[in-house]
């Protein structure tokens, strides 16, 4: 039996592709206002124009750290970064490090400047214990919608990558793979009816390497007023990294 992914939107639609039940409905609020962390990338490699998805991991008043995979950059030394919140104004970034040539690899963004008020940053679970047959959820572009909520299934690892059910669009290669409000990893490639990610204990050895120093925190997801971990309501969170 293939997988069934629902897609989470503002509305309720039922799509078959190759066999695999794609169901946009609305959005409960505990998933959906973690997209003010993340955003919408447009590089320009070799002429075109190049669409991914990116998430804050650390914020200021005025800068923002932003994740992704390396190859929705490319070569371009200044990508577009559009927030949630301010959705009709993109900034310019400037790469702070990259995996360049790694098709699994990851990159960091650095946008300075007028930060939007709304924006938050998400926190890293380095020490996730998924085992398989969890739900887990990816945060970004898919099938032509941006910051669109996509369920999913971990099915296990191969290597060093974490393997979901379900492939992601294009523009969903940097989108963080949450679980319980937490990343754990980052989509960076998919084979087939399977979507890989990169752990999210490698990507902070990656932004500790690149000068991005994340602090251990809990609590609740982090903005301009209140820096934290993303964790769900109830007993306190186990540790985990984030801004």
């Not at 609305?26 to 669409?51: C, W």
């Not at 992704?68 to 970034?93: L, W």
């Amino acid at each position: 039996m293939l997988p069934i992914i629902r897609v989470i939107g503002l509305s309720l639609v039922s799509v078959g592709y190759m066999g695999t039940s794609i169901t946009a409905i609305a959005t409960p609020h505990s998933v959906s206002d973690l997209r003010t962390g993340v955003v919408k990338i447009i590089a320009t490699v070799g002429g075109q124009e190049r669409i991914g998805t990116g998430f804050v991991v650390k914020l200021e008043n005025d800068a923002a750290w932003i994740l992704t995979a390396s190859h929705v950059i490319g070569g371009d030394p200044n990508p577009q970064i559009t927030f949630y919140s301010e959705r009709d104004k993109p900034r310019s970034g400037k790469i702070m490090g990259s995996e360049s040539g790694n098709p699994k690899g990851l990159a960091c963004i650095l946008v300075e400047g007028d930060i939007p008020s709304g924006a938050m940053s998400l926190s890293l679970n380095a020490e996730s214990d998924l085992q398989g047959g969890e739900d887990v959820t990816v945060l970004g572009s898919s099938l032509g919608m941006s910051w669109a909520m996509t369920q999913s299934t971990f099915a296990g690892r191969t290597g060093s990558d974490l393997v979901i059910s379900g492939p992601v669009g294009e523009g969903s290669f940097g989108s963080p793979i949450l679980k319980d409000r937490r990343v754990v990893g980052v989509v960076t490639k998919k084979i087939g009816l399977f979507s890989h990610g990169t752990p999210a204990g490698n990507a902070i050895v990656l932004l500790e390497r690149w000068g991005v120093k994340l602090d251990v925190s809990t609590g609740t997801p982090g903005t301009h007023d209140a820096i934290g971990g993303g964790c769900p309501e109830g007993p306190p969170c186990p540790p985990s990294v984030g801004s």
